[in-house]
């Protein structure tokens, strides 16, 4: 999906440039919640729809009120056929954001879910071994059988238990 976070990359950076705040993330990650539902997709590209009827239907869809640079963002994001990008604009926008403020996101894979005063404690020492503030999330993934694998960006902590009886078949076969 090179192509599309081709696409995606100028209109991401034109809409941060225009006032890209969190605010602006939080809004632009709704619409592309929203352009993502299939359905939706197919009438934004059905012929017969109108510009002005793909973007009322997914602005009413969205439920909250657009600041006017969001408004004019989704109204050429839609007239250059570029609604199926949005789910990648926004991906794109919220990391220019959190690089402009210092933060990274990071995805936390367990084997259960983790609760939330092991999630803070956690998170401290995320921060400290990644040296950056990171928004967490979580996600369960039971094969782990134990531990965490955390991704931040390009960058992957992986303490799994799983993880470790690679590690140990790998050096028993060698």
Do not use: C
Not at 46 to 72: F, H, I, M, R, W
Not at 83 to 101: D, G, K, W, Y
């Amino acid at each position: 999906m090179a192509e599309l976070a081709t696409i995606a990359r100028p209109y991401a950076e034109a809409l941060f440039k225009a006032g890209g705040d969190a605010q602006a993330a939080q809004q632009l990650n709704v619409l592309a919640a929203v352009a993502a539902n299939a359905q939706l997709q197919q009438f934004a590209d059905n012929p017969k729809a109108e510009p002005a009827q793909v973007y009322d239907l997914v602005a009413s869809v969205a439920g909250l009120p657009l600041t006017p640079a969001l408004q004019n963002f989704l109204r050429t994001v839609i007239d250059n056929g570029r609604l199926a990008a949005l789910p990648e604009i926004a991906a794109q926008f919220q990391a220019l954001v959190n690089a402009r403020s210092g933060v990274s996101d990071a995805i936390v894979y367990s084997a259960f879910p983790i609760e939330d005063a092991a999630l803070a404690e956690l998170s401290s020492a995320l921060e400290k071994r990644f040296g950056r503030k990171l928004n967490l999330s979580v996600r369960v993934d039971p094969e782990l059988i134990g531990g965490v694998r955390v991704v931040v960006g390009d960058e992957v902590l992986d303490t799994s238990v799983k993880a470790r009886l690679e590690q140990m078949k790998v050096a028993l076969t060698a």
